[in-house]
């Protein structure tokens, strides 16, 4: 997996760790009645009306009890299953509820592993492949070489995040970080995450350093590089220049790159060595929204 090696076929993504070191709503209510007269008028959407209501009954957080520490365990032990094994990653998924970033009529999928649609067409990652690519940052092999206890505590240091989405992976990244910067091109979808980190700090003791940045991630953000860790949540033909120059000595960034053009994409890791030289790793097949440039 490193720099060099001959192009092989992607290995399927999340790798297991050991491989990747090598390198509300009220009830129904009653239709209402329309009269002319003594007749009644036909209303054939009414009975859609009624069962959207109950749809959304069944699956709104009460109902289900998406509010319980358990739901969220039981998305952590499928995750060790699926080789996620460092502890820090494990207690942020334990900790951030993902229902609230979330659509209410997607709501009883939230713990799915599965990726779901936020709107304006992009997607919140599988929490096994947001996991794996959190677990590869926190595996870096830049960390053993900076001495301060606080880094076992905030493994990724200052981190970088492009594409907030909906600000879920960004509150992820918040508890293994001393300082979040993540960026989004797309202004409601930038809103949308700002709404819902603010609904999570009322659910939270402690509240993560996270700085919510509207802009285009492809030049990063210069006014707080470098960062330890970078990561990216679509994939584009080819690594920023700007994500490069603003990795620190020991950091590393992890992105989903396109091996050709439109074609599949492949889970990138570059290391910056202590030295200043770049080193080159792939982690096997995934599949991300694609990387824009410019703002909406
Ligand atoms: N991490 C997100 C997943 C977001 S999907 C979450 O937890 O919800 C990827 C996001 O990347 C989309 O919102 C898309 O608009 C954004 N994106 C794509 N190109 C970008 C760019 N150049 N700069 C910033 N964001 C970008």
Known sequence: MSAGQPDRKPRRFPLQLDQVATVKSSGPKPAPVAQTGARELLRPQAHLQQIEQDRRRHTTPQGVGMDSIHVRR????????????????????????????????LVNQAYEDTSLPIGLGQTISKPSVVAAMMQLLCVRPGLQVQAEVTVTHKPLGQCLEIGSGCGYQAALLGHLSRRVVSIERLRDLHLKARANLDTLRQHLPEWPDVRLVYGDGMIGHAPLAPYDTIIAAAGGAALPQAWIDQLAPGGRLVAPLEEARGGTQVLTIL?????????????????????KSGTT
């Open 271 to 291: 290391d910056r060595l202590p030295d200043g030289s770049l080193q080159h790793s792939r982690a096997g097949a995934v599949l991300f929204v694609p990387l």
């Open 74 to 105: 039981r998305m952590v032990e499928r995750l060790m299953l699926d080789g996620i094994s460092h502890q820090h990653v494990l207690d942020a998924f334990v900790r951030v509820p993902r229902h609230l970033f979330v659509d209410t009529a």
